[in-house]
């Protein structure tokens, strides 16, 4: 059977409208849109539908209405995919095995590409990183020092796309990182072997080894998938128990 017909309005047709405008005519960031009026006359629709798909593109951050009502190109940035991806997670609920199969995919990744890319800077940077680990005193400390090191590794790797995705879903990243380090603690194991991964990590990026990098990170996220593991398992256990 044929797929039922979606109703499209014209605000959505002037929206994808202005989108195909802006790859057409190749414009970059800062560049002005024209104005509503002759935009409204190349697309035959009214100014009122140009205003309404000018003011949804806005509120993407694809668009910025300027002093001078100079609507100007934008670029979306992590900021943008983090609120839509907190929103998501809020209405739909946060599956910490999905998010940690996500790290999994997007950070071995990361580090294939950081061994492969990684210049002289990328590599002192890293080792700045991975000091600052060395020296946590707190858990707030802990999380944070290892956000750097990942988002670093990220950055080393040359793909913008990549560290992108990664510092919109940080913030949950986050709350994965917590629960995992509380696992990890609960079944009697500290801060040693997870630095000490870290360093691996460093060590193959540093030799250019990809092969050697996406593996040792792997083996350092298996780490966080155990705490995991752990956590979950006392989360239920207390959830029987209340029962």
């Known amino acids: 059977m044929p797929e039922p017909l979606q109703r499209v309005s014209l605000t959505d047709m002037a929206v994808d409208a202005l989108i195909q405008l802006i790859e057409e005519r190749g414009l970059r ?34 668009l910025e209405r300027r002093q001078g009502r100079e609507t100007v190109i934008t670029l979306p940035g992590a900021r943008q995919l983090e609120h839509l991806l907190r929103l998501r ?6 599956d910490l095995d999905d998010i940690q199969a996500y790290r999994e995919v997007a950070e071995v ?26 020296s946590v005193e707190s858990d707030d400390e802990l999380h944070e020092a290892d956000i750097a090191f990942h988002r670093e590794v990220a950055r080393a790797g040359g793909n913008d796309m990549v560290l992108l995705t ?5 913030p949950i990243l ?16 500290g801060i040693e072997p997870i630095v000490e991964a870290h360093a691996v990590v460093l060590e193959r990026i540093r030799l250019r080894d990809e092969a050697g990098a996406a593996a040792a990170m792997l083996e350092h996220l298996q780490q966080a998938r155990e705490g995991l593991d752990v956590e979950a398992t006392r989360v239920a256990t207390r959830r029987t128990g209340r029962r």
């Open 174 to 189: 986050k709350q994965l990182r917590v629960a995992a380090w509380h696992g990890w603690k609960r079944s009697g194991k």
């Open 29 to 62: 960031e800062n560049d002005a849109l024209p104005s509503t009026a002759d935009l409204a006359a190349e697309l035959d629709v009214s100014r009122a539908v140009i205003r309404e798909a000018i003011a949804e593109l806005a509120g993407q951050g694809l």
């Open 166 to 170: 990664l510092d919109g879903i940080t």
């Open 109 to 134: 990744g990361a580090a294939r590409l950081a061994a492969r890319n990684a210049t002289a800077a990328d590599i002192e940077a890293l080792e700045k990183r991975l000091a600052a680990l060395r």
């Open 89 to 94: 997670f809020a209405i739909q609920g946060r």
